[in-house]
């Protein structure tokens, strides 16, 4: 059996097309419905039972910018055939957006923070054990310092590490700090999440204006200052005025506790393009430059964002 009659078979819509976009990505059209989404997902079944109950989780709470669950015919938010979930969504038609365009740069930092507002208070008693990660922030730490070494000892590295050293250094002297476990003991409490790869690839402005949120496969419950870490590394990588003003684009939403500010404030001294470059390169060779910051730029960075932040 096909999968467009696996998926007609077991849920409410008279199908028109079913057209794969991308690996476990089916668009489907309906006659009823509009345009939908079918994600395949081959996860264990606690992981993908955990995304649909985030997702129902945002309902609840009134976000209305993550994607909405339709039901089976037997009213299951999942179905699962031969070992593959499907999920079924809206299609969400538009495009990514343009972090270049300030306009659009902002509204994704606010989408972010309102998503935030509504990305706590989470209880289930299956949340898998590899989802609960607030602690996370050590073993980041510890990766990167392991990565910088690699690349330190390596004779074909033609480039100085030493401000990426430095900025490390910085981390793992704040770390130690009493506020950055109280931020992750008040989220924990909080019952936060984080979405988990909030960048321009998961954000779509559809033509309505609207700006939506996509792809949740990531989510976990961590410090949600992960997610904001994060977009500033992917798209303002070692600027730190420009992370300043995202900052305070944030906070007119969602205002930040001076323990969080610690805990972003470390997050941001952790190498996180550098380790993502380490990792792009062992998976394929890549001409992409190494995402360098020079001593004297560290020393900038550093005190900016310690002036904004502590």
Known sequence: MSRWQVFEQNFPFVVQSFR????????????????LCVKLLDGPTEHVYHVVDILLHLRDRGFAK???????????????????????????????????????????????????QSAEQFQSPCIPAEKIRYHDIFQKIESAEKILCKLEAKPSIDFSLDGLRSILLKAVEQVEHPEILTAIEQEQQMGAFIHGDYNYP???????????????????????????????????????????????????IRPISNYDRRFLFTLLHIPYPLVRWYFIQKRHVSHRPAPLLSSQTAVYYSEKLEKELL
Do not use: C
Not at 20 to 35: D, F, I, L, M
Not at 66 to 85: A, D, I, M, T
């Open 66 to 116: 993550s994607p909405r669950l339709f039901s089976s015919r037997r009213g299951e938010w999942v179905f699962r055939n031969h070992q593959k979930y499907y999920l079924v969504t809206p299609w969400i038609s538009g495009r990514q957006p343009n972090f270049q365009r300030f306009v659009e740069w902002r509204d994704a930092i606010q989408t972010l923070a309102q998503f935030h």
């Open 20 to 35: 794969k976009v991308r690996k476990g990505v089916y668009r489907v059209k309906t006659t009823t419905s509009g345009t």
């Open 202 to 252: 998961n954000l779509v402005f559809q033509t309505t204006g609207s700006l939506q949120l996509i792809d949740f496969d990531n989510t976990s419950m961590q410090n949600r200052m992960i997610d904001l870490a994060h977009l500033l590394h992917r798209s303002a990588t070692w600027d730190a005025q420009r992370m300043i003003e995202a900052i305070k684009i944030y906070q007119q």
